[in-house]
């Protein structure tokens, strides 16, 4: 036995090798999958960073640069104010919509301290102190005499104009008896009478005046726009 020869590991490892070919391929398949690995790795350390894209912009809300008020009006949120009445002898500046126009007056307005703003108070028209008394002097065949006492009731001297209507009459002369004389102008249906001198204060005067083809009643008689007394 001390003759034979002993074989050598190595020898044992390649026959092992030999007769087990599985195990080359498997140690094989590792070797590619390290080489893999440190190949990948080493690609990834050689590319650019990956630089980070922006996002889509946010969607904004475009806002009005005033929001619609929504508060209640101050004539719908308070209760009415009740609209005081117009006193007696007021014409006011406000006018209804659709309703009648007031009819002017003659009078002549003035201010209302007291009252609302726009508002004047008309006073009554004062009455002419000169007045006029009317009656027939005479009657004949186609005409008559008529006589018109004017009196001034006040203490100062005051023009005067007398109008009488004669429907269908005519006016043959007209005169102031005593005193300085006027005009007499002929109208339609009678004639118009004004002064030429000042009726002194507490003063009467009669104008006179002959009228044809007509009623010796007027069908109206006046004095500064004052009805006659007598008729």
Request: proline letters at 11%; one cysteine or more; aromatic letters at 6%.
């Amino acid at each position: 036995m001390s003759g034979m020869r002993r074989p050598s590991s190595k020898s044992y490892g390649t026959a092992v090798i030999a007769s087990s070919p599985w195990i080359v391929v498997s140690v094989g398949a590792g070797v590619m999958v390290v080489l893999l690995v440190i190949a990948l790795g080493a690609y990834r350390g050689r590319s650019p960073a990956f630089d980070a894209q922006p996002g889509p912009p946010e969607p904004t809300l475009a806002l009005p640069d005033a929001w619609p008020s929504t508060s209640v009006p101050a004539t719908a949120a308070s209760p009415s104010r009740r609209a005081s009445p117009t006193p007696i002898g007021r014409v006011t500046g406000r006018s209804t919509p659709g309703g009648p126009t007031p009819a002017r007056s003659s009078r002549t307005p003035s201010p209302d301290p007291g009252g609302d703003e726009g508002t004047v108070l008309l006073l009554p028209p004062t009455a002419s102190p000169v007045s006029g008394r009317y009656r027939v002097l005479d009657e004949s065949h186609g005409g008559f005499v008529g006589e018109v006492l004017v009196s001034n009731a006040s203490r100062d001297g005051r023009a005067w104009t007398a109008r009488l209507a004669f429907p269908g009459g005519r006016l043959g002369s007209a005169w102031i008896e005593g005193a300085p004389q006027g005009t007499a102008t002929r109208t339609d249906d009678g004639f118009t009478y004004r002064s030429g001198q000042d009726l002194a204060g507490g003063a009467s005067v009669a104008l006179r005046f002959y009228v044809q083809h007509a009623d010796s009643r007027p069908a109206s008689c006046t004095v500064d726009g004052v009805a006659c007394h007598g008729l």
